[in-house]
């Protein structure tokens, strides 16, 4: 059974970093690229970058571009999202997502959701 | 980016109605278009893929269609645990930007 286990909700401050992790269980990583998506109370999906596992390689949504970094740990199977510089409008669950298969496109597992406060 | 945009935001059925929902992509995404159903308080559930693959394990009763700049989710015959919101996804182009939702609400 494919399953993404995320790390526990976070608190923080105007201005500091946060670190969300998501760690693959019943499958392997090696082959899957892993999207981040946040949501935040009552409004819509929104997307914040994708890994492609085996390469490192990422890329993000331009408005996240310069405050995000998502990395992988290949011999733990933990995928992380970084974000930096918070403010209040971060405010947001977050969650990862896999496509076990790259280029399949096919985004059935998410992880269980964080979330994330940023308050002074 | 792509604009996604969902029609209608909100929409009111009874058990047993047939209801579509439409997703017009502000450019063509080919097929690579993805549909998610959402309870509160729930992770996304994906319904469809590729426009109009069903995800295993989902009832038959959910389909899609469409290419390039216009899908649609189909649901035959409403029942009680369909009352959700419904996101659309492309994946063709990143950003992957998702809909605004369509809340499908009991009438």
């Known amino acids: 059974q494919m399953q993404l286990v995320q790390s526990g909700p976070e608190v923080k401050k105007p201005g500091t970093s946060v670190t969300v992790s998501c760690k693959a269980s019943?499958?392997?990583?090696?082959?899957?690229?892993v999207q981040w998506v946040r949501q935040a109370r009552g409004q819509r999906l929104e997307w914040i970058g994708w890994i492609v596992v085996y390469s490192g390689n990422a890329n993000y949504a331009q408005k996240f571009e310069d405050r995000v970094t998502i990395t992988r740990d290949m011999s733990r199977g933990i995928i992380y999202m970084e974000l930096r510089s918070l403010r209040s409008e971060d405010t947001a669950v977050y969650y990862c997502?896999?496509?076990?298969?790259?280029?399949?496109?096919?985004?059935?597992?998410w992880g269980q959701g964080t979330l994330v406060t940023v308050s002074s | 980016d792509i604009q996604l945009t969902q029609s209608p935001s909100f929409l009111s059925a009874s058990v047993g109605d047939r209801v579509t929902i439409t997703c017009r992509a502000s450019q063509g995404v080919r097929s690579f278009l993805s549909w998610y159903q959402q309870k509160p308080g729930k992770v996304p559930n994906l319904l469809i893929y590729?426009?109009?693959t069903l995800q295993s394990g989902v009832p038959s009763r959910f389909s899609g269609s469409g290419s390039e700049t216009e899908f649609t989710l189909t649901i035959s015959s409403l029942q009680p645990e369909d009352f959700a919101t419904y996101y659309c996804?492309?994946?063709?182009?990143?950003?992957?930007?998702f809909g605004q939702g369509t809340k499908l609400e009991i009438k």
């Open positions: 019943g499958f392997s990583m090696r082959d899957s690229a």
């Open positions: 996804q492309q994946l063709s182009t990143y950003p992957y930007t």
């Open positions: 590729s426009a109009s």
């Open positions: 997502a896999a496509d076990p298969m790259v280029g399949s496109r096919i985004y059935a597992s």
